[in-house]
């Protein structure tokens, strides 16, 4: 298995502008995360999925955020109009429910100018 | 409410000495506690958890649930344990983590 893939790798894109990150999660995993990475902050979670159905999005910052994921294999999270201090490294992330090991992608790098 | 709390965002020691880095949690439920490291612009990978009391890359961490800590050590450190390490805590199922200390070994 090729692991959590995430696309875009790196993308810069102006404020105002809307952003969408993709995530193919691991085949077979049915929790799927969504994780936030800055300096000041360090990892936040923003939500998170079992069985393709949001259970947590607490950590959404606001409604400018919107995660989705309409199948097994494919999430999305989008960020509506972009502002500058969104800019950081968004995670995607994938288990078994009944596992304890998540596997990481290797992250979107968001620049909002 | 599930919270993670590294204390030191960095930590510097030289080549050799022993390394902690400190992890302290708050949960009400049975906790199962983690470390993950990111070396320089790769994604994260699972170090060890606390259930399986592992040793990896020379790494320990004793869940001591008298001081909610989980704290890693280890005790030679090495230039490329140079990294930010995250302790993250389980819950259910969500997966909380603390602010990272990236440390750094000097030569």
């Known amino acids: 298995d090729a692991g959590v893939i995430q696309s875009p790798r790196h993308e810069v894109t102006e404020m105002g502008q809307e952003v969408t990150l993709r995530c193919k999660p691991i085949?077979?995993?049915?929790?799927l995360f969504w994780y936030r990475q800055t300096m000041m902050r360090g990892l936040e979670l923003l939500i998170y999925f079992n069985n393709n159905v949001p259970i947590d999005d607490s950590g959404m910052p606001e409604d400018r955020f919107s995660a989705k994921m309409p199948n097994a294999s494919f999430s999305t999270l989008k960020i509506q109009p972009s502002e500058p201090r969104d800019s950081a490294v968004y995670f995607c992330?994938?288990?078994?429910?009944?596992?304890?090991?998540?596997?990481f992608g290797e992250g979107s790098w968001l620049t909002v100018v | 409410a599930q919270r993670v709390t590294q204390p030191e965002k960095l930590l510097s020691v030289f080549k050799g000495a022993p390394v902690e880095l400190k992890c302290n949690y708050s949960y009400s439920g049975s906790p199962e506690l983690f470390w993950y490291v990111q070396y320089s612009r790769q994604r994260l990978q699972l170090l060890l958890r606390h259930i399986s009391r592992e040793s990896i890359k020379g790494f320990t961490a004793d869940l001591n649930k008298g001081e909610t800590s989980f704290h890693l050590k280890k005790p030679f450190a090495q230039e490329e344990d140079s990294a930010m390490y995250y302790c993250?805590?389980?819950?259910?199922?969500?997966?909380?983590f603390g602010q990272g200390t990236r440390l750094t070994i000097n030569p």
């Open positions: 993250a805590l389980k819950g259910a199922q969500k997966l909380v």
């Open positions: 085949s077979g995993h049915n929790s």
């Open positions: 992330a994938s288990s078994l429910s009944s596992g304890n090991t998540i596997y």
